[in-house]
């Protein structure tokens, strides 16, 4: 056998909000055995993210919304500073980011820049996450922002970028996509 992965069995064990799957596969080890095994994978789609900032103000962008899986983990208010960020949805990257940047933020952006691509959490969930960042100004805001119906609930923070890279430190911001990209722009965005 080769050492790619086959797949025997894929079975649907929720499709609530997004989809989860069981999957029998077959792999080798390194001795070239073939080896059965199972695992599930949460599948939710591909997704977008991205850091904005305006570079003479040296400020950023973030959002601030309530997430139940980190409240039933520990975070006593469930609340989480974020970058903006979304699902893919139909959507190119570019076009969902953007998207998502005027739903969430109320800045319409025309020029982004794609940095990178990571899978956040390759254990379990399938989705691959576009980063990217973009330059705003105040001229860009065409609404208040905070998503696009009443459920979403989100608030807008501009920030300091000093003040937003502290709060790394001080655990203020746990957002693993968050950290990334206040990481680069440290490294490159001369902030």
Not at 108 to 127: L, N
Not at 133 to 147: A, I
Request: aromatic share 10%; charged share 30%; proline share 3%.
């Amino acid at each position: 056998m080769t050492n790619t992965p086959k797949i025997i069995e894929k079975k649907l064990l929720s499709d609530n909000w997004y989809k989860l799957y069981k999957y029998t596969f077959e792999v080798s080890d390194k001795k070239g055995n073939t080896l059965r095994q199972s695992r599930e994978a949460y599948d939710r789609g591909n997704g977008a993210v991205i850091l904005l900032y305006n570079r003479v103000l040296k400020t950023i962008i973030l959002t601030k919304q309530f997430r139940l899986p980190t409240f039933v983990n520990g975070n006593p208010d469930g609340m989480m500073i974020e970058a903006c960020a979304g699902l893919l949805d139909q959507d190119n990257p570019e076009d969902c980011i953007r998207r998502e940047t005027e739903e969430e933020t109320g800045y319409r952006i025309d020029h982004v820049h794609k940095i990178y691509e990571a899978y956040m959490s390759p254990g379990s969930v399938t989705e691959i996450l576009y980063f990217f960042t973009g330059e705003y100004s105040k001229d860009q805001k065409v609404t208040e922002g905070g998503g696009v119906d009443e459920h979403e609930n989100i608030e807008v923070l501009e920030l300091p970028f000093q003040k937003a890279y502290g709060m790394i430190s001080s655990g203020e911001i746990k957002d693993a996509k968050t950290i990334m990209l206040l990481q680069y722009a440290r490294l490159h965005l001369d902030m």
